[in-house]
C-alpha cells in the first residue's frame, strides 16, 4: 500500500517467511516500472525492472508482478532474510525520458 | 567498480549561506538525475541532464537552486542562499544509454541540514 506523510507503511514478516509488497501507480501509458530498495543512511539500490510488455520477471528470490488491468505492482521476496529489512520504493515511467515517480515506499520489519 | 559519487556525504550550514552539492557519475553514462528526499514529500527528482544538457529543470525548487554539468562526468546542485526548509537528503543518480538500460543508480545521498 502506499502512505503520504511521516508514517510509511509497514510489513513485518517472520525470517525464511516470503514477503509481498504491493505498490498501485498512477498512469497507465507507464510503460518501465522499477523497484528500489534502500537501507538506513543509503541510497535506493536497485533490485528489478519490468517493462509493461511483461507481467512477471524473476529474479534471485525476489519476483515482480505487473497487472496493467488494474494499475498494481508487487514485489515478491521468498525466503525473507534480515538483510532484506530496508525501505522498498517502486517508481513507475510515464514521460518522454527516464523520468521516474517514486512511490511512497513500504518499510519492511524481518524479525528472527 | 565505482558507483556514483556524492560528496560531501553530510553538510551543516547556517541559513543565507551557500552549499555546493557533488556528484560524480558512473563511467560511460550520460544521463544524470538530482532527486530530493525528504520524510513528507519522498523523493522528488529536481532535474534532469543528458549529454550535459538541462532536459527537464521542472523540480527545481525555485531560483535558489541551480544545478550544473561542467563536464560528463561531473555535477553540482548549488543552493544560494539556503533556508531550514531546504534541510533533505539530496541524491543524484546516473543511467547510460550505452549500457543499453534505463536503470538509474543512486549515490550514497548528501544530508543537507540548515540552521
Known amino acids: 500500500g502506499e502512505s503520504v506523510g511521516l508514517h510509511l507503511p509497514t510489513l513485518s514478516v517472520q525470517e525464511g517467511d516470503n514477503s509481498i509488497i504491493n505498490c498501485a501507480y498512477s498512469?497507465?501509458?507507464?510503460?518501465?516500472f522499477i523497484w528500489y530498495k534502500q537501507e538506513s543512511g543509503k541510497g535506493p539500490q536497485f533490485i528489478i525492472d519490468i517493462r509493461s510488455n511483461m507481467d512477471k520477471r524473476q529474479g534471485q528470490r525476489v519476483t515482480v508482478l505487473l497487472n496493467k488491468t488494474v494499475k498494481h505492482l508487487s514485489l515478491q521476496i521468498a525466503a525473507t532474510q534480515p538483510g532484506d529489512s530496508a525501505v522498498y520504493f517502486c517508481a513507475e515511467r510515464s514521460g518522454g525520458y527516464n523520468k521516474l515517480i517514486f512511490g511512497a515506499g513500504t518499510r519492511l520489519a524481518v524479525h528472527p | 567498480d565505482a558507483g556514483v559519487i556524492q560528496s560531501p556525504r553530510h553538510e551543516v550550514t547556517e541559513m543565507g549561506q551557500e552549499v555546493t552539492l557533488r556528484c560524480k557519475l558512473i563511467?560511460?553514462?550520460?544521463?544524470l538525475f538530482w532527486y530530493r528526499q525528504t520524510m513528507m514529500r519522498g523523493l522528488e527528482l529536481l532535474i534532469y541532464?543528458?549529454?550535459?544538457?538541462?532536459?527537464?529543470d521542472s523540480g527545481m525548487p525555485e531560483d535558489r537552486f541551480s544545478a550544473k554539468m561542467p563536464n560528463a562526468s561531473f555535477s553540482t546542485l548549488k543552493i544560494q542562499p539556503s533556508e531550514p526548509r531546504d534541510s533533505a537528503v539530496y541524491f543524484c543518480a546516473s543511467s547510460g544509454e550505452r549500457f543499453s538500460t534505463d536503470t538509474q543508480y543512486f549515490g550514497p545521498g548528501t544530508r543537507l541540514t540548515v540552521l
Open positions: 541532464f543528458n549529454n550535459n544538457v538541462p532536459i527537464d
Open positions: 563511467s560511460g553514462h550520460n544521463s
Open positions: 498512469n497507465s501509458a507507464s510503460d518501465y
